[in-house]
């Protein structure tokens, strides 16, 4: 079983940077490829991806914004958010790829308001 904790969220103005981690239990966690999503009203949005090998892929939207990695040793893993837009604001969430029912946490608010 994998539990994921979403953390690092929060209010920042336009142009801001955040930078958000998951934590993740589990020993096996390097196995896996890893996404962060986005949930606005209305819509859920892939916005990353990263391989166990650390290949990444990035959503239209975010590219060139956004940066995600992973520590293997701290079984944790980043989104670095640069140049925040409101349009940004959401709650994120991360989850294996593919994405597991259970392993949803919480996520964590991002709003992006002057």
């Known amino acids: 079983q994998v539990q994921l904790v979403e953390s690092g969220g929060g209010l920042v103005q336009p142009g801001g940077s955040l930078r958000l981690s998951c934590a993740a239990s589990?020993?096996?966690?390097?196995?896996?490829?890893m996404d962060w999503y986005r949930q606005a009203p209305g819509q859920r949005e892939l916005v990353a991806t990263i391989?166990?090998?650390?290949?990444?892929n990035y959503a239209d939207s975010v590219k060139g914004r956004f940066t995600i990695s992973r520590d293997n040793a701290k079984n944790t893993v980043y989104l670095q958010m640069n140049s925040l837009k409101p349009e940004d604001t959401a709650v994120y969430y991360c989850n294996t790829r593919p994405p597991v029912k259970g392993y949803w946490g919480q996520g964590t608010q991002v709003t992006v308001s002057s």
């Open positions: 391989t166990s090998g650390g290949t990444t």
């Open positions: 589990g020993s096996i966690f390097r196995l896996y490829a």
